[in-house]
């Protein structure tokens, strides 16, 4: 299958060679040479690797790292650093802040390629269906079973509880809930958060006056912290297997 690359590099002469030599390689390449509306560009690309530049004109690429480090669609993307700034600190900054690699410009055509092709030899597949007792979530068909039997729940509903059972024992704040899964603009309050993470309770716990599964965490937040025998596990099944 064709790897989607997205780029975001605004020297023009740089992204029309990357562009060149990307799909000269095989790769299918879509990209903007400003930093505005790029975590949306990845959310309707989904690609399997992003070349970001630090420096846009419009846009300070940690950000935009951030960002899509904080989507629940995106953050598992290998996001590799093309940049200008070669200290040592900002490369720390850099991978500390979620980046798979950190490129110093200039660099060579054929090590960029070589550095792409090695994410991709390292990724490994995301299970495509999480369980969690009772609890089943397919993230292909975007469906939620529970106890075997097909369950309604609202797109946000879903995304919410795919970013929580994938990241189970993880106390996520009502801030770190709304970036993820709302994003970060937006125009709602913290609150959101407990209404529906109230409407999953009633959906998916046997009880949800003790929820054994989506925990609250006093003074912090939120945790899909199944307990006992409703322990998580994530089955992988790739599409090549059925």
Not at 59 to 78: V, Y
Not at 123 to 146: I, Y
Not at 147 to 160: H, I, K, Q
Not at 200 to 214: G, N, S, V, Y
Request: hydrophobic share 40%; net charge neutral; glycine share 6%.
């Amino acid at each position: 299958m064709t790897k989607r690359i997205v780029l975001i590099e605004d020297d023009t002469d740089l992204y029309a060679l990357l562009k060149y030599n990307l799909e000269k390689e095989g790769f299918t390449l879509t990209g903007s040479q400003t930093g505005r509306g790029a975590i949306d560009l990845c959310r309707r690309v989904r690609p399997d690797l992003i070349l970001l530049d630090i420096m846009l004109p419009d846009s300070d690429g940690l950000d935009i790292c951030k960002g899509i480090r904080n989507d629940s669609e995106l953050a598992q993307t290998p996001i590799i650093f093309l940049t200008a700034r070669a200290s040592e600190t900002d490369r720390i900054v850099g991978l500390e802040l979620g980046a798979n690699d950190y490129i110093v410009k200039p660099f060579f055509i054929r090590e960029l390629i070589a550095r792409i092709r090695l994410q991709f030899r390292t990724q490994t597949a995301p299970a495509r269906v999480l369980k969690a007792g009772h609890v089943e979530l397919d993230r292909s068909s975007c469906q939620v079973k529970l106890s075997g039997e097909p369950l309604a729940v609202t797109a946000t509903e879903f995304r919410l509880l795919e970013f929580l059972m994938s990241r189970p024992g993880v106390v996520f704040s009502r801030e770190q809930l709304l970036n993820a899964v709302w994003g970060q603009d937006r125009a709602i309050t913290d609150r959101t958060v407990d209404v529906y993470i109230l409407r999953l309770r009633q959906k998916i716990e046997r009880d949800p006056a003790a929820p054994r599964l989506i925990t609250s965490v006093r003074g912090f937040g939120y945790s899909f912290e199944p307990r006992g025998a409703e322990a998580a596990r994530e089955v992988v099944e790739l599409e090549a297997a059925s």
